[in-house]
Structure formats: C-alpha cells, structure tokens
C-alpha cells in the first residue's frame, strides 16, 4: 500500500473518485494486451478511492473483465467459439470499419481475432 503524505491526502479528498494509481495501471498493462487508457479507464472507474477494501474490490472486478474480454495470442479460435455459441462475446480492442458502397452495409476489421470483413448488423451501436 502506498504511504500518502499531506499533500496526496488533500488531493484524494477534492478529487475523490478521480484518482488512478500509476503503479496500478502498470500491473495490468503488462499482463494483458490493452493499450494503458482502456487500463487507466477500469481503473478510475471501480478503482478510484483511497480505501484498501474498495481498491481491492475493484481490481478484482477489473482484473475478471480483461481477462474475460482481451484476446491472448493462441486464444483467437476461442474467442470465436464463443461467439458462436452465445450469439455475442464482448472484447476489448482497436475495431476499425467502414461502408461498402455496394452493400450499403458498415464491414468492419477486428484484429485481435484476425477478421476482416465482418458485416455489422444495422442499427449496432445506436
């Protein structure tokens, strides 16, 4: 646990539930294959207090929802399976897309999975 000085408590205090600790967000950065803001994002959102209990709480919840939502190398079949089955899979990644003129339907590119092509049903995201 890290040692707060005046300052840091004062800070805590009119910031509440805006913090994100830095040495936080290198632990999950380095295991899981996100960039740091999706890291930074979790993190101030379930992590954000100066209490160990909800701190511990809250990485807990974090660390369930990379693990379950990032594509490890190898994991792409599984990933796959998965949204086969259950009809959807939630993951965390850099999704680019863009319209097919000839369709008139967005296609869009998940790289962790290696897909190309994949349609995007009307009215996703609305």
């Given at each position: 646990?890290?040692?707060?000085?005046?300052?840091?408590?004062?800070?805590?205090?009119?910031?509440?539930?805006?913090?994100?600790?830095?040495?936080?967000?290198?632990?999950?950065?380095?295991?899981?294959?996100?960039?740091?803001?999706?890291?930074?994002?979790?993190?101030?959102?379930?992590?954000?207090?100066?209490?160990?209990?909800?701190?511990?709480?809250?990485?807990?919840?974090?660390?369930?929802?990379?693990?379950?939502?990032?594509?490890?190398?190898?994991?792409?079949?599984?990933?796959?399976?998965?949204?086969?089955?259950?009809?959807?899979?939630?993951?965390?990644?850099?999704?680019?897309a863009r319209l097919d003129a000839k369709?008139?339907?967005?296609?869009?590119?998940?790289?962790?999975?290696?897909?190309?092509?994949?349609?995007?049903?009307?009215?996703?995201?609305?």
């Open positions: 646990m890290i040692e707060m000085d005046q300052i840091d408590k004062k800070a805590a205090s009119l910031l509440e539930g805006y913090l994100v600790r830095k040495d936080l967000v290198r632990t999950f950065s380095r295991q899981f294959p996100v960039p740091t803001y999706v890291v930074e994002f979790l993190l101030g959102r379930y992590c954000a207090s100066t209490k160990q209990e909800e701190i511990d709480e809250g990485l807990e919840i974090v660390q369930r929802q990379l693990k379950s939502r990032t594509v490890k190398a190898g994991e792409e079949e599984l990933f796959k399976a998965r949204a086969r089955e259950n009809g959807e899979v939630k993951i965390i990644d850099l999704i680019t369709t008139d339907s967005y296609i869009a590119t998940l790289p962790s999975l290696r897909l190309t092509d994949v349609r995007i049903s009307p009215g996703t995201g609305e």
